[in-house]
């Protein structure tokens, strides 16, 4: 064999392995993108998986929200001051005289809700996400029965009155943008 034939053939040699060298790093490019789809797919499926919690939590907070007010000793008391209380501005010196002859009732109500910061003894610090969401649902809600009610207002006014940090203010007055919201 020929110097020449030799080197034909090693030239060769060294293209065929250079050729299943890129072969090979395509493989692992496809194995790697195959391997970070499956990553992918199953971090999506965790993701799902702990938003239905959520709103399997928030549903069943819909179904019992405010169900101590239903029944004693909280229903003769609402059922008397509710009224009162919808006509007077929120915070007024008027409307906190009247939370004051519906203690008794706030009391057992704010023992047995989660939503009401009063509820917990660290008041916003303990609460957790679903709590926050059934709080300014409520907060809404209580405004639209208001007559003056104002969400924003009441965000202000509770702000100041629990001592709520500003960046949660922030995400709460964001929150109640989307009750606007079609």
Not at 104 to 125: M, Q, S, T, V
């Amino acid at each position: 064999m020929t110097t020449d034939k030799a080197i034909g053939i090693a030239e060769k040699a060294v293209d065929k392995v250079e050729g299943l060298e890129a072969e090979n790093e395509a493989l692992k490019k496809k194995v790697a993108e195959l391997e970070c789809l499956d990553k992918t797919r199953d971090h999506i499926e965790m993701v799902r998986k702990f938003l239905r919690l959520v709103i399997e939590r928030l549903h069943n907070r819909g179904v019992v929200h405010d169900h101590t007010k239903l029944e004693e000793p909280e229903l003769s008391l609402f059922a008397k001051m509710t009224p009162r209380l919808a006509s007077l501005t929120y915070g007024s010196k008027e409307y906190e005289d009247s939370l004051k002859e519906l203690k008794p009732a706030l009391d057992h109500h704010y023992a047995h809700c989660r939503h009401h910061l009063e509820h917990f003894k660290d008041g916003i610090n303990d609460m957790n996400l679903v709590d926050l969401v059934e709080m300014i649902c409520d907060w809404k809600a209580a405004t639209v029965r208001q007559n003056n009610g104002n969400i924003l207002t009441s965000i202000e006014k509770n702000a100041r009155r629990y001592n709520i940090d500003q960046q949660l203010v922030k995400i709460l007055v964001n929150t109640v943008k989307l009750f606007e919201q079609p």
